[in-house]
């Protein structure tokens, strides 16, 4: 007798516990020791069940950094949502992108910390089309933190011809570099105090923001 077939709850859950198991093995083992193998045997199944769900283990990488990218913009959204301050709104962003680092490590560090496959190594395979979105999802994130400087920068004579793209991408690299010492303990260890390191950080960024760089 046929087995009946999955629901779309049952076969929501499975794809859903898939990605937890890949995001697993991605995070510890790195990208080139993922495998579907591996995933079905983590997960006590066939890896032919598997490929009913998803196409190959590049599929499932791009799917993961899609749901993260989905969470951090989400997230960064939500945190200028009722600031009308154009400065408060970017120290906002601040604030909630160093939550997401520290409160999604898994997420965060697949996305921004480890080596593995972009875009363009996709590009002329199967999984363009999947790394096209991760791309896209990439970009919609970095285009939004640029609307809400650009909000602050346009008539502010410390800004005079300067890209938000630049400023975006240099406070980011500053942000990154802190989430990285917090995420390793590192912080911890050089100061008994990492929550009054931390707001001193952003402290000091926002006088740096209101001065201008120029």
Same mark, same amino acid.
């Given at each position: 007798?046929?087995? /009946? ?5 049952? +076969?929501?859950? $499975? ?11 991605? +995070? ?44 951090? *913009? ?20 601040? *604030?909630?992108?160093? *939550?997401?680092?520290? %409160?999604?490590?898994?997420?965060? *560090?697949?996305?921004? !910390? ?23 999802? !990439? ?5 939004? +933190? ?10 502010? /004579? #410390? ?7 630049? +400023? ?7 942000? %990154? #570099? ?5 995420? !390793? ?8 105090? /990492?929550?009054?390191? $931390?707001? #001193? ?14």
């Amino acid at each position: 007798m046929a087995r /009946p077939a999955r629901s779309k709850e049952e +076969v929501a859950l $499975i794809k859903s516990s898939i990605l937890e198991n890949a995001l697993s093995i991605l +995070v510890n083992e790195g990208f080139e020791n993922l495998s579907m193998g591996k995933i079905g045997k983590q997960m006590g199944m066939t890896t032919a069940n598997l490929y009913n769900y998803y196409k190959n283990k590049d599929e499932l990488y791009n799917v993961i950094v899609i749901q993260g990218y989905n969470l951090l *913009h989400d997230e960064l959204v939500e945190s200028v949502t009722n600031t009308p301050d154009a400065l408060n709104k970017i120290m906002a962003l601040f *604030h909630a992108y160093i *939550h997401f680092g520290v %409160h999604n490590t898994h997420y965060y *560090h697949l996305m921004f !910390s480890m080596d593995s496959p972009k875009y363009l190594d996709y590009i002329g395979t199967p999984s363009e089309d999947v790394a096209l979105i991760e791309k896209q999802n !990439s970009l919609r994130t970095l285009a939004f +933190v640029m609307s809400v400087i650009d909000e602050y920068i346009t008539d502010h /004579p #410390g800004y005079k011809n300067v890209d938000s793209k630049l +400023v975006a991408i240099q406070f980011w690299s500053q942000l %990154h #570099g802190l989430i990285s010492l917090i995420n !390793s303990g590192n912080l911890r260890e050089a100061d008994e105090n /990492p929550t009054q390191v $931390i707001e #001193g950080i952003l402290n000091n960024l926002r006088t740096i923001i209101k001065r201008g760089l120029l």
